[in-house]
Structures are given as C-alpha cells and as structure tokens.
T-cell receptor, first 109, second 116 residues
C-alpha cells in the first residue's frame, strides 16, 4: 500500500501567521491528494483536495500545492485563526486509503 | 457532500462480549468502505478495506477472526468486534468511497467503544 509521511507532527503558530504542513508519498500512480481536518472527538472533514493534473489549488485561506516529480504535497493555511486549531491529515490514496500520522496545529490568540 | 452514518455512536460492553458497528452510505453507492481505529492523540489506523460482495482485505496485524467485516450491499458495511477486551477500547471510524472516478471519501461520525 501507499506510504505517506507527514511533517511536522505538531505545529504552533500565532494567530495571523501562516502554517504549512507537508506530506510525501511513495506511489507514483497516486493522482488524488486530500487534506482532512479533525477536531477532537469528531470525524475527519475534507477541507481541500487536488488532483494530479494541477499544481496548486486555493480555497480562501487554504491552499494545496503538489509536486508530482518530488512526490510531495503541502497544505498552506494563511491568516490562521484559533478555530483552525485541530489535527490535520493528508492521504495519497490509490487503491486503499492510508493517512499520514497527522499534524496537531495550535493557533495561539 | 455525501452522508455516511455510523451506529451506534458509543457503546460500553463487558469483556468477552461481541459488538457490531454499522456503517451506511445514505445517498450514494459505496463500492469500497474502510474501517479505521483511532487511539487518543493518534492517527487513523486503517484496519481493513471492504469491497461490496467480496472478502475484506485486512491490514497487517489486524486479526480477521476478531474483527469481522461484512460488506453485504453497496450501502452497508458492518464491523463486529468479537470477544472484546479492554485493549479493544478505541474510536472506530468507517469511511465510504464512491464509484470511480471519484476518489473522495466520506467519513462516518465514529463509534466510541469502551470495554469494561
């Protein structure tokens, strides 16, 4: 199955700063790259995804960039707010759906 | 987005009993469903991949005789934890994926299992 590595495991930023989380994957056949946000005790929620035919996608304060050659993709959150505090997971699903280890983001007011 | 339901949302049982968790896709046909286990402050660990009408594929280290998975229809998959023990206490989450070419997965709300 696909191996997905995610960094950092924890990230603390000041409100208003940017946050970047990176993932690398191993299967070159992967063509869909989602990012999920999970709040404590709740289900993961898809926040943004990108397919392999584009290099970047934005949705308001959230963006994802993809480098297929290097097999990595990143989540960018700008102008962070306290409500962005959560655990973020990446995945690079092909036939199965394994997640990265997660990044616990804390936005300090 | 599509809706996936999971039942029950929480369950407390005695050691040695079996618990069944249901996962349903409410408004789409899920050819593939996934079962995850999540311990506190840890990632979602894939337990098994379930395809409708065929046997589930279990991840290494997951006992198929202990975690029975049945994907009887395109909208329902069940996970039965047999002879549950306290170490099985965890948050179990299912997800469902639509037919290709859509890759997006939709998660159920999770089931918190506590084994006394």
């Amino acid at each position: 199955g696909e191996n997905v590595e995610q960094h950092p495991s924890t990230l603390s930023v000041q409100e208003g700063d940017s946050a970047v989380i990176k993932c690398t994957y191993s299967d070159s056949a992967s063509n869909y790259f989602p990012w999920y946000k999970q709040e404590l005790g709740k289900r993961p929620q898809l926040i943004i995804d990108i397919r392999s035919n584009v290099g970047e996608k934005k949705d308001q304060r959230i963006a994802v960039t993809l480098n297929k050659t290097a097999k990595h993709f990143s989540l960018h959150i700008t102008e962070t707010q306290p409500e962005d505090s959560a655990v973020y997971f990446c995945a690079a699903p092909n036939n199965d759906m394994r997640f990265g280890a997660g990044t616990r983001l804390t936005v300090k007011p | 987005g599509a809706v996936v339901s999971q039942h029950p949302s929480w369950v407390i049982c005695k050691s040695g009993t079996s618990v069944k968790i249901e996962c349903r896709s409410l408004d789409f046909q899920a050819t593939t469903m996934f079962w995850y286990r999540q311990f506190p402050k840890q990632s979602l660990m894939l337990m098994a991949t379930s395809n409708e009408g065929s046997k589930a594929t279990y991840e290494q280290g997951v006992e198929k005789d202990k975690f029975l998975i049945n994907h009887a229809s395109l909208t329902l998959s069940t996970l039965t934890v047999t002879s549950a023990h306290p170490e099985d206490s965890s948050f179990y989450i299912c997800s469902a994926r639509e037919r290709a070419p859509y890759n997006e997965q939709f998660f159920g709300p999770g089931t918190r299992l506590t084994v006394l």
